[in-house]
């Protein structure tokens, strides 16, 4: 007796496929052009509430395609965004201050979504992550929150 919903052994004469080994399948990643990118990095802005998009001053926002680990990070930190600069709750009142920076890094990002749904979502908790930052919110905070 042959049940039809058990799998039956390969039949090495069966000329028809194996399902794929999981190990031989392309990476996940997918494919956004630089301005739809850069556009999905503008609207995670815009969806900043305004009244801390307002206190967002002297920042610049960048995407850049990879980040260069530095010497102290080691090679295996694959960094999707980055906060540079003195977050709010450090900071003093000084005259001609540097803008602060936030990178979004493009490359780590395409390469960790599956679709261009979470790949938009992706970028908008990257920007939201390092936003929270320049307010002085450590990562421990945002993973708290859900958020990292």
Do not use: K
């Not at 004469?13 to 990643?29: F, H, N, Q, Y």
């Not at 990879?66 to 090679?75: D, I, L, M, S, T």
């Not at 261009?116 to 930052?133: C, K, P, Q, S, Y």
Request: with cysteine; net charge negative; proline share 11%.
């Amino acid at each position: 007796m042959n049940d039809e919903s058990s799998p039956s052994p390969a039949d090495p004469a069966d000329p028809s496929p194996s399902p794929a080994d999981p190990s031989d399948s392309e990476p996940v990643g997918v494919d956004m052009s630089e301005e739809d990118f850069d556009q999905a990095v503008s609207d995670a802005l815009d969806a900043i509430p305004p009244a801390l998009a307002q206190r967002l001053s002297n920042v610049a926002v960048f995407v850049e395609d990879e980040h260069e680990p530095e010497p102290w990070e080691g090679p295996e930190m694959e960094l999707l965004g980055l906060y540079d600069g003195i977050p709010l709750t450090e900071r003093a009142e000084m005259p001609f201050q540097l803008p602060d920076r936030i990178v979004v890094f493009r490359g780590p990002l395409l390469r960790m979504c599956s679709d261009r749904e979470e790949l938009v979502d992706e970028i908008t908790v990257t920007v939201v992550h390092e936003v929270a930052h320049f307010f002085g919110i450590d990562d421990d905070t945002l993973h708290a929150l859900g958020w990292g």
